[in-house]
């Protein structure tokens, strides 16, 4: 079965910048989403179609996917704030299947 | 905007039944895919299947195929999540999500449904 694959956790100092990496088969062929999760809420699209923000997403969370960075898609939040301190999920689909990548705990510190 | 109001937190024991619910807050419900994803404790996200109420068409992610029953009512714009005989295993939160896109993201989540089964 397809799996993606994200690190388990990422730090980062507040006013940094935080990159988050997801890697699949092909991945770089399909479209990557990217969702937000905080403590106790539902998760909350961020990115889609590898690049896209949904209105109200601020400008700082950004996203990449190619083939030509070896099938990885890749979540970068500029000058990241404690408030950006959450799960984050990567999720693409195959075979009519979602995916979801196993989670990275973004830790602002 | 389209809302995804789940129905509330439900407590069974091993082998009972269970069909929680999951309601659209427009006619445009009809129109979209809409999924179901587990997150056990402590867990990731993991996707059980979809559906598109418009026709019923439904497809399971492999792993959730027999485990688990999607259907959906589009005259009362929801969409359901039901199981024949719970597991403790099956403990978990449960979140319907609507698909933007073929292949796409899921834009709008649910507020969650904490299924818990203990003896």
């Known amino acids: 079965s397809y799996e993606l694959t994200q690190p388990p956790s990422v730090s980062v100092s507040p006013g940094q910048t935080a990159s988050i990496t997801c890697s699949g088969d092909?991945?770089?062929?399909?479209?990557a989403s990217w969702y937000q999760q905080k403590p106790g809420q539902s998760p909350v699209l961020v990115i889609y179609?590898?690049?896209?923000?949904?209105s109200g997403i601020p400008e700082r969370f950004s996203g990449s996917n190619s083939a030509n960075s070896g099938n990885t898609a890749t979540l970068t939040i500029s000058g990241t704030q404690a408030m950006d301190e959450a799960d984050y999920y990567c999720?693409?689909?195959?075979?009519?299947?979602?995916?979801f990548g196993g989670g990275t705990k973004l830790t602002v510190l | 905007e389209e809302q995804l109001v789940q129905s509330g937190a439900e407590v069974k024991k091993p082998g009972e039944s269970l069909k929680i619910s999951c309601k659209g807050s427009r006619n445009s419900f009809t129109y979209y895919w809409i999924a179901w994803v587990r997150q056990m404790p402590g867990r990731g996200l993991e996707y059980m299947g979809i559906?598109?109420?418009?026709?019923?068409?439904?497809k399971y992610s492999p792993s959730f195929q027999g485990q688990v029953t999607i259907s959906a009512d589009k005259s009362t714009s929801t969409a359901y999540l039901q199981w024949s005989s719970l597991k403790a295993s099956d403990t978990a939160m449960y979140y319907c999500a609507r698909l933007l896109n073929q292949d796409d993201a899921f834009d709008i989540w649910g507020q969650g449904t904490m299924v818990t089964v203990s003896s």
């Open positions: 559906i598109y109420p418009g026709d019923s068409e439904t």
């Open positions: 179609e590898d690049t896209k923000r949904p």
């Open positions: 092909k991945l770089g062929d399909k479209y």
């Open positions: 999720q693409a689909w195959d075979s009519s299947s979602g995916v």
